[in-house]
Structures are given as structure tokens and as C-alpha cells.
């Protein structure tokens, strides 16, 4: 407040406008001492406007938030604030340096609200990093759930652009060594510190671990562990083909194994998920096959098998992830053998109908209302569903307009989430996709996605 009677207020447009995008903010406000209409005005609604602001920070991109909901007493703010630091800089995540703060300030000033007037926003498990001498500190750990905390952050911190993936790689390290001198074996622990290592692209060391997981006794991990391990082990094949394409028929191979293996999961129970992954896995098997006669005909059957399984996914899910993936694979389909959208074709050896291009615009239409009002996802893979729908959109109808507004979108959201290692399996996909677009003839695609992942 200004010291006249006319108030100035911090917004959520204020918010908007930053320049850069800070990890964490904490918006304090100390006990005006005076009371004016503007000044009780502003108090009554004071607790919205801190939401708002949180919400705004958090969509921004700030991964934990602190915002008074109303005027607090100094004294009590300030010993919130210093037990608030105090346990953050001694390695306790935003949760458990909130609770220590509250309970802190409950406490002491008993005569005050002020212990409940700070609202947070976040990410629980979300801590500063702490190097010492530029290496990570070291770790003890006496219980498995002070490791699994740390992996919890670790994971976190996955799907954020703010964090450096090797210093992230490091970190993890730095965990794994500690759980290992604890000689920890719990099988949920282990999953995450191998489900970690997938999500830096270490594909050896997370292989190593699922490994040692499945081979347990004590067989309590999350059913995820055994679909994450096919995904990652069909990415990890196409890397190996992105560097060395000389051993194809290994590859393809292996790509085959886990497809076998989905198979599998699906017989227990028929989901969504593993059949997106299993359109996922033949999209990539198709792409490692050579674009020539004796491959193009096992080159349409992995798209076709591609398209008929995120078909099958979608109507299972309804994302415009599965959708979006379905259709563009179509379009590769439909330019490649000449058919038409609209027309009755065979995929995977099922009949079906394909939608008409009205009735796709339609359909990527309700999804972007959908997405739009579901912003608030804060899972990486979620938020990207724009850009699933931009991709569409410009495979279907290829445009500078149509192209804009895909790398538009694709910058936007990388500047504010997804470590780079999540960015880098889009960029992945894109090449895929240009390949496709070779293979089908659609050379101005090809081009145009090879050129912007050269740029990106």
C-alpha cells in the first residue's frame, strides 16, 4: 500500500509480466497499522488475491510458492520466515520446512493468526539445491523413506526446463551411492531410483536396476515398473539406431521383444496406457526399418499397427495425446497407399471408418477446450498436449500459419517445463514424424520438422 489512501496492488498481471521466471517465490506482508476503506477492502479480499497470484506464479512455471493470505504480525512473520530458511537450507523439502515453520510460529505467538496465513503452492517434496564445494553433499541415510524422498524431488525436478540434466544425473548419483552404503533393498525404492535414471535418458543404469527389481523375492513394486521397462527398452533401441544405424536387424529384434512383452500385459488387463505404448513402439519399429522396397511393406504394417492401437487407446482414454498420435499416423497411411479420410480401411487387420477432416477439426477442437480448462496439470507429458494438437493439425493441413503456431507452442512450453531430456524424446519424435513424412511423400513436412529440430 502506497502511504496515501490510494492502494497499489501486486496482481496476477504484474505476475505475468516478469522477464524470468524464478524456482521459488515468497510474497511476505507485514501489519499495515492503520485502517482506511481502501485498506479494509484490500484486507477482505486479500485471501483471493493470494491465490490468484499463487496459481499465476505456478503456472509461470515457479515450482513452490509462498503467499500471505493476509496481514501478518512482524514479529510472527519474521520467525516464520527464519525457521521457514533454517530448514530449507538444511536439506528439508518445501513440505517439511512449511510444517516445521507453522508449528514454530503456533507456538510462540499463540496470540496470533499469522501461523495460518501463509498459503503454499507446489511441489511438496520440492528442495533448494545444496552443493558443497561444487559436488553434491554428501548423503546418510538411516531410513529407506529419506531416499525415497529424495528420489520423490529428483522426479520433480524432471519436469522442469530449470534444472541442468547432468547436474541432475549427479544428484542422483550422489542417492544412489547413499542407498547403496545403507544397503537398502526395498522394491518401491527401487523402482524409483530406476524409473529416475529412465527419466535422464540413462538407459544402462536404469535397465541395470529394473533388472535387479524383477529378479526380487519380495516382488512389491507398482505394475508401472514392468510397462515403464518395455517403453524404455524400445527408446533405448532407438537411440542406439540414431547412432549407429548398421545393426538394424538387432534392433528390430529386440523392438519385437518388448512388443511381445505388452502383449503380454495386455492379456492381464486390456488399458489405455499399454496400448498407447504398444502404437508407440510399432511407430518406432517402422521408423528403424529401411525406407525401401523389400521394407515398405513391413513398414506400413508398423504403421498400420501403430495407428490401429492409439485408435484403440484413444477410445479407451479420450486424450488428445492418443488421438492426435492416431490421426497423424492415418496421415501417413492415407498419403502413402492413396486412400481417403472418410473411406473404410483395414488396419492391423480391423475394418473401421476413418473420420472425415471436418470431423477431425471438430474433435482437436472439444480436446483444446478440454486442455484449456484443465491448465492447471502440472505433469509434463499433460502440458504437452498442445502440442499434440498443433502437430495434427499441421501434418492434416501444412501451412506457415499451421507451422508457426506448432513451434509457437513447442518453445512456449519448453521455457517453462520438462527437463531436457523430456524435450530431447520430442525432439526425438519430430524426427521420427519427418522421416514418416519422407517415406509418404509429403517432402515439405519432411523439411520443414528436420529443419526445426536442427534449429531447436
Known sequence: MKDSDEPMFLTPHHINQLPSTPEFVFINCCFLGRINPYAEEYSANRFKLAANIGTQLIENGVKAVIVAGWEVDDSAALAFAEIFYEKMLAGYNFGEAVLAARQHVYNKFSYSNTWG????????????????????????????????NDLDNLLSKTEVAFYDSEDLLNELQSISKAIDEAKFTHA?????????????NDYETSTTLYDKLFQNENARFDVTALENYQNMAVNKEVSRYLKDATDTVSIIEKIDSSINNLYYLLQIWETGHRLALLGSAFKRKGFVLASDKKNEKDKIAALEASAHYYRQAF?????????????????FIVKAKQQKWGQDVTRHAK???????????KQLVEMEKINTDNDYEQVYWDI??????????YILKPSEKSFQDLAKKLKHIWALA?????QQKQVINLRILAHY????????IE?????????L
Open 117 to 148: 496465513a501463509f498459503q503454499c503452492y507446489g511441489q511438496q517434496h520440492y528442495s533448494f539445491e545444496l552443493k558443497r564445494g561444487g559436488n553434491w553433499q554428501e548423503r546418510t541415510y538411516h531410513i529407506a523413506q529419506e531416499a525415497e
Open 188 to 200: 518401491e525404492m527401487r523402482q524409483k531410483e530406476a524409473q529416475a535414471y529412465m527419466e535422464l
Open 315 to 331: 477410445e479407451k482414454t479420450g486424450t488428445s495425446y492418443t488421438y492426435s498420435n492416431w490421426i497423424i499416423q492415418e496421415a
Open 351 to 361: 475394418r473401421y471408418k476413418l473420420p472425415t477432416l471436418a470431423q477431425i477439426e
Open 384 to 393: 504437452t498436449e498442445t502440442i499434440d494438437i498443433a502437430l495434427c493439425r
Open 418 to 422: 520438462g527437463s531436457k531430456n523430456k
Open 437 to 444: 513424412a519422407s517415406f509418404a511423400g509429403m517432402n515439405s
Open 447 to 455: 523439411k520443414k520438422l528436420n529443419g526445426f529440430v536442427t534449429e
